[in-house]
């Protein structure tokens, strides 16, 4: 589908009329054009990423949104939100010693022990001083990683 058929569908298929109504109540003041349009901008911005992940853009209280299902289907959707929350923030007591590592980033960490390792090795075989460099320099490397 192109984006002007995706546009078509969604908005056809939404129900602007009690978006509006939900609105007034709330005395908001919105067009049903406005709303339209909002839509259309939205929609194309889902249709237009270069992210081959799930997106999500919202303009007011609409939101569209694009997802991949097991990588053989697309879904777009368009959504009326109101988003009502509680939140409290505080200071931790400790703060985390860890982080989340991205795959890259775990497969470097892996080589360079794996390379250490096999240093570490060398220089307790042979005793010269290019393993011992690369031992120090390695772990100086795993060091700023950490």
Known sequence: MNLEEIQKKLINDFDFDKVLEILTKLGENYSKNDLIENAKGLIKMTYTSREMDDVFFNAAYLMASRSYIDQREVH????FLIDIQSTV???LKETFKHRIVSE???ILR?????LLELNKTKYEE???EFSE????KIEEILQILD
Not at 110 to 114: G, P, Q
């Open 126 to 128: 042979n005793k010269d």
């Open 104 to 106: 890259k980033e775990f």
């Open 133 to 136: 460099a690369n031992i120090f």
């Open 76 to 79: 777009y959707s368009l959504n």
């Open 89 to 91: 923030n505080f200071d």
């Open 110 to 114: 892996e080589e360079l022990r794996n």
